[in-house]
């Protein structure tokens, strides 16, 4: 079997091997197998050349350095970030 970064998304795909990173985020890998015949869901696929190392998670916080996460809260909780347009009157608070 080919890696499906070796061959282009045509018709009919079958994804056998999929593991759990985080709820409703799956990397390829076993042993998870993924069911794609269930109805109303969206999938979404993203590929590329594999990453670096691994990956931090926290809220909306993704970086391949722990430190960094930790600047974001800092900065998050002082404001730092710009705003949306069109949707700056409301503030989200860090998680507890």
Request: charged share 30%; glycine share 6%; hydrophobic share 35%.
């Amino acid at each position: 079997m080919t890696r499906s970064s070796e061959r282009p998304a045509e018709g009919v795909q079958t994804v056998v091997e999929l593991r759990r990173v985080v709820p409703e985020c799956r990397v390829p890998g076993p042993p998870d197998p993924l069911d794609l015949s269930v109805t109303d869901h969206r999938l979404v696929l993203l590929g590329g050349a594999a990453m670096d190392g691994p990956r931090h998670i926290w809220w909306n916080f993704v970086s391949s350095r722990k430190e960094r996460i930790e600047q974001a809260k800092a900065d998050w909780k002082l404001a730092r970030f710009d705003t949306v347009p069109g949707d700056d009157k409301e503030f989200i608070p860090l998680p507890d």
